[in-house]
């Protein structure tokens, strides 16, 4: 079926992290010492150590030198991924047939369902971004999760659409619902412009013939899902090659925790992240992400080479702090986000990662919900 349907729905997801507090911060020693600041919490470091795998213009957690937007972005864009994620579905309606007679003053058409279900198959396509950190692939739970009710809601909302249409004495054609019921229903048009014998265009049958098939399917409509696959690419190798992810933890949908963890196999650079209970008002915050994209968006398969694009970056201030209305702490941010950097890190000024980009604000303005580090559990 030729239909895919991008559902960008916010939502999102739950894990637990383990993390320690350094008591007493060791000296600045060499520029690839670790000092665990006081009153921070640093996931997955057990002690103070040298930093391994994090770049050493990163060790601004200790220095307190503010890093500018092309330090974090060139430290940063190899550990931003590509995250697409497809839902298969399978929606299902008692099987009908269409009865047609003729009366003395009418014509009449009528549905009649049958003790047979007709199953379709039917996928959607959707991504957002990503990034490594402490070895893992974070994103956001509504990235990586299928919606079966959003997805029946969007088949419904189409069908209710065709009903208006036919109201609004639109046409409606055959063409409009047979990708839907997986059958051409031109044999039951036939015959029932065959059978009125009453002056009336074909078209006026086919209309009316399918406004009541459509009308039917709007009431009868049943979705599940039955499958979906995670697939994880990076610019660096024109997202040519599939990064292997498996499920570790997520949380729930938006306004809950909307995070999801995955192990992934990757010897990329891993960003540093920062559990930070209370974030500074005001304090300058960067975000990478790949913005309103999907993979067969980005990549022009005939000309792969000339295609490659690296994740994008855009920079702001932590305008606020707010409480969802499920008590999830979130920060708004107005640095510049769009639907597909979902999922991508917000990193402050010492190149530390403070949160994951969530949601956008509703209305026409820049302002974006970032969940802290800190609310992952």
Not at 80 to 87: M, P, Q, S
Not at 109 to 120: E, G, M, W
Not at 235 to 243: A, E, K, R, S, V
Not at 268 to 274: A, F, G, N
């Amino acid at each position: 079926m030729s239909k895919i349907l991008v559902i960008s729905v916010l939502l999102i997801s739950v894990l637990l992290l383990a993390g320690c507090t350094a008591q007493n911060p060791t000296p600045i020693q060499p520029s690839n010492t670790f000092a665990c600041p006081d009153g921070r919490v640093v996931l997955d470091i057990k002690e103070c150590q040298p930093q391994g795998t994090i770049d050493n213009v990163l060790t601004n957690a200790v220095t307190g030198e503010k890093l500018t937007a092309a330090d974090i972005y060139k430290n940063s864009k190899n550990s931003i991924y590509l995250v697409e994620t497809t839902c298969y579905y399978e929606y299902s309606y008692d099987d009908f047939d269409i009865d047609t007679w003729n009366s003395p003053d009418t014509y009449e058409i009528d549905i009649v369902p049958q003790a047979k279900t007709k199953k379709i198959s039917d996928k959607t396509v959707g991504g957002g971004s990503g990034f490594l950190a402490n070895g893992k692939l974070y994103t956001n739970n509504h990235v990586v999760d299928c919606d079966p009710a959003a997805y029946e809601d969007e088949l419904n909302d189409y069908f209710l659409y065709l009903m208006d249409q036919s109201q609004l004495n639109y046409y409606l054609n055959r063409s409009d619902i047979e990708d839907y019921i997986d059958m051409n229903i031109q044999e039951e048009i036939n015959t029932a412009y065959k059978n009125y014998d009453y002056e009336m265009e074909r078209k006026d049958v086919e209309d009316y013939l399918v406004t009541f098939i459509v009308e039917y399917l709007a009431n009868n409509l049943r979705v599940k899902e039955i499958g979906k696959e995670i697939r994880a690419y990076r610019y660096t190798d024109n997202f040519q090659d599939t990064i292997p992810v498996s499920f570790v933890k997520r949380g729930e949908s938006f306004p809950g925790r909307d995070y999801a963890l995955f192990d992934i196999n990757s010897t990329d650079t891993s960003l540093r992240l920062i559990n930070q209970q209370n974030i500074d008002i005001g304090s300058g915050v960067f975000v990478m992400g790949y913005p309103d994209i999907t993979l067969d968006e980005y990549v022009d398969s005939e000309n792969i080479e000339t295609t490659k694009e690296p994740p994008l970056i855009t920079s702001g201030i932590i305008s606020a702090k707010k409480a969802s209305s499920t008590g999830v702490n979130y920060y708004v941010i107005d640095a510049s986000a769009y639907y597909g950097s979902s999922g991508g890190p917000v990193i402050n000024e010492k190149g530390e990662v403070i949160g994951i980009l969530t949601a956008a604000a509703a209305g026409d303005i820049s302002m974006n919900y970032i969940l802290p580090i800190s609310e992952i559990k």
